[in-house]
């Protein structure tokens, strides 16, 4: 760590000899402590440059510098799409560029249909926006930004799903210390799972080798939220890998599946705070645990999951706590990820 201004100053008067007044409003005082405030924001602005030469500190367009020399590049983010229903006067043409929309944001549909006698026609549409903001629940969409002659209604009544955010520092740094550090070559373990995860929307994956004999791989991922894939992420995984694999090898992707971890439990809460909002930051604390044990770990702990209730702003003490309808951890299989079930909490 640099020094402080207060260290430099002091070591800049030790310089000066006693026989000079430097008290503070003395005229070397003032002087040296000019230049050691400057200082100070160099000495500090250098080890911030120095931070950005190196993998475990870098950030932003740094890391990305970093990164690529080992042939990696940040995974970008993706536009969610799926189907919406749109309803109308029989004959109408429903053109693949009109936009239909949610509450905050809009979508673009990608193909052309004409409603039939039945009155309506479905169609493949995408967010307008990229990111994991797309993934709209069903209902979501619900109106056109601009009235178009002969449709009079449109819903989704599906979710959305394929919209991933930018893959994060962390997530990318985790990629470049996996290929530094797990050597990846002839179609090893490693090399199908940095082949998996350099797929844009994927969040982790797991290699079993020989899974239904000589010459098979099964390759199982979740996406970039730690949620089971949906097909779409299957199927462009499958085709990625199967444009690099070695010859012969014979390759299956599938999601990961999932365990929804349902909690209840009894909170004492602090002075002013309200069920519904430590509620509310309990799953977020509950959630970012789950998703550090997916593909990582084993079990999903009952000890750690008290101690992520008492680390809740809010939350003084807790009883009657059950995991799925326990007092134990849960294991979790080979090809398990835990998801944040219900959240029951009362006083």
Known sequence: MA?????????????????????EGSFYWDNTRSVAIELESKYSE????????????????????????????????????????????IGTTVNADIKVASDALTFTVKETKVIPAAGYVEVLAQCDTAGSSGNVPTGAIKSF??????????????????????????????????????????GNVYQYEQWAEEVSGVGGAKVFPLHAGPGTVKVVIMDANKKAAPPALITSTAGYIESVRPIGAMVTVASATEVAINISVTLVLAEGFTLELVTSALEIMIEEYLQSVAFVGTTVS????????????????????????????????DENIPVLGTVTATL
Not at 72 to 79: D, E, G, H, I, P
Not at 311 to 327: A, K, P, R
């Open 145 to 186: 930004p601009v009235t178009i002659a002969g449709l009079t209604s449109v819903i989704n009544e599906q979710p959305f799903t394929g919209g991933y955010d930018n893959e994060t520092d962390e997530a990318l740094r985790k990629r470049y210390f996996t290929k530094v550090q797990k050597p990846a070559t002839s």
């Open 302 to 333: 009952y000890a750690i999951i008290g101690s992520k209730i008492l680390e809740t702003n809010g939350i003084e003490d807790y009883s009657n706590l059950l995991v799925n309808g326990g007092t134990l951890s849960i294991i979790l299989g």
């Open 3 to 23: 020094d402080d201004k207060d260290t430099i100053q002091a070591r800049m008067l030790s310089d000066i000899p006693d026989q000079y007044d430097k008290t």
């Open 46 to 89: 250098q080890e911030s440059i120095l931070d950005q030469g190196f993998a475990e500190t870098a950030a932003g367009v740094y890391l990305e510098r970093k990164v690529a020399e080992q042939g990696l590049s940040r995974k970008l983010a993706t536009y969610a799409s799926g189907i919406v229903k749109i309803t109308g006067n």
